[in-house]
């Protein structure tokens, strides 16, 4: 099978640029690893993106995957491996196939970054999480932890706080990066305690999460905090391991793109949060991703 347009990653900007291949009459495919929606899957409740007053990221992420079968894609549950560059088509490898397409649509967003302190390894899946909509229902009336100060956190730890008992924000600064309307929805809540200035440099007990080992900074001192679980929230890093290869990436692994959302590589594109770019939201993936489809669809023809 050859494909005109090949997308990477089944996010807003991933399944936008689908819309649009398969609307500009292209054979279209969609490759995904995991579940369609990328990061809005695990997002408990999504209220900027327009038409939705408020809606919940599984459902947002159903709509946009029903859109895109109707539409007639070649939908994928794999994972690509690397990407090579042929004289009219590329290359697509995975799991011991090759795909050819005349363009490639690179959308595979980002992964959450981790703290990387002791026993994290150990208690992952055992009281740590990273998504609050798929495990903050184990934490029912317990005490969880919220790591970091950004929109994530404190929109997460607002989710939590209507399952927990109690929720602890631990920020490592006095001053959020999230929204001033989110910090301040999430002061309002009367069972979340923000913690300032304080960075988690542990985990402890037994075969599950017991508590976290904090530092103050303005201090030094270290203390215990008993918590049953801790989602961390501190930040995120870009899925482009698999065009290392290609040397598209800035330093920090982010792809570079022109204004067509286009690559140094002809023919090769890339959008929403895997590129570089200052805001990461559902509505600038949907943006890059019709932006990024046109030019491919312009690039076929
Ligand atoms: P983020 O905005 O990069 O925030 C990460 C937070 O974690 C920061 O507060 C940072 O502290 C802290 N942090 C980083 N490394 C740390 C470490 N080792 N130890 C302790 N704290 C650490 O990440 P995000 O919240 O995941 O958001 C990612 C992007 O998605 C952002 O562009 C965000 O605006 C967007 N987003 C938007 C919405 C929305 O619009 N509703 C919702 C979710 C996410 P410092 O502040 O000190 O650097």
């Known amino acids: 099978m050859i494909y005109d ?27 995904e690893k995991s579940a369609p929606g990328g990061a809005m899957i695990n997002t408990a409740k999504i209220e900027n993106y327009p038409g939705y007053k408020s809606i919940d990221g599984v459902s947002l992420s159903m709509n946009m995957y029903q859109q895109v079968i109707d539409l007639g894609v070649d939908y994928y549950s794999r994972e690509i491996e690397k990407i090579e560059k042929g004289d009219d088509k590329f290359k697509v ?9 005349k363009t490639v649509i690179i959308a ?13 390894e150990k208690f992952s899946g ?3 999480s990273w998504c609050a909509i798929c495990d903050g229902n184990f934490f029912k009336n317990k005490i969880v932890a919220v790591v970091g100060g950004g929109n994530s956190a404190l929109e997460e730890g607002m989710y939590l706080s209507g399952l927990a008992k109690k929720v602890y924000i631990i920020h490592r600064r006095d001053e959020f990066r999230a929204s001033k309307r989110i910090v301040e929805e999430a002061m309002e809540k009367e069972n979340i305690e923000f913690v300032y200035n304080t960075i988690v440099t ?5 075969d599950k999460l017991e508590g976290l080992i904090l530092k103050k900074l303005t201090s030094g001192n270290e203390t215990i905090l008993n ?8 930040g995120q890093e870009p899925n482009s391991n698999f065009v290392k290869g290609l040397n598209i990436t800035n330093e920090k692994g982010y792809i570079m793109v022109d204004n067509n959302f286009e690559t140094k590589i002809k023919g090769l594109f890339a959008s929403g949060d895997i590129i570089n770019k200052e805001f990461r939201q559902i509505a600038t993936a949907v943006n890059d991703g ?11 023809k």
């Open 5 to 31: 347009m090949l997308i990477i990653g089944s996010g807003p900007a991933g399944m936008t640029s689908a819309i649009y291949g398969l609307r500009a009459n292209l054979k279209v495919a969609l490759f």
């Open 202 to 206: 542990g985990f402890f007990g037994s």
């Open 93 to 101: 490898f995975s799991d011991g196939e090759i795909f050819y397409s």
């Open 108 to 120: 595979t967003g980002t992964k959450n970054k981790k703290l990387s302190v002791e026993n994290e």
């Open 290 to 300: 019709a932006i990024a489809a046109l030019s491919a669809s312009r690039y076929c």
């Open 227 to 234: 918590v049953d679980g801790c989602f961390e929230y501190i």
């Open 126 to 128: 055992r009281g740590i």
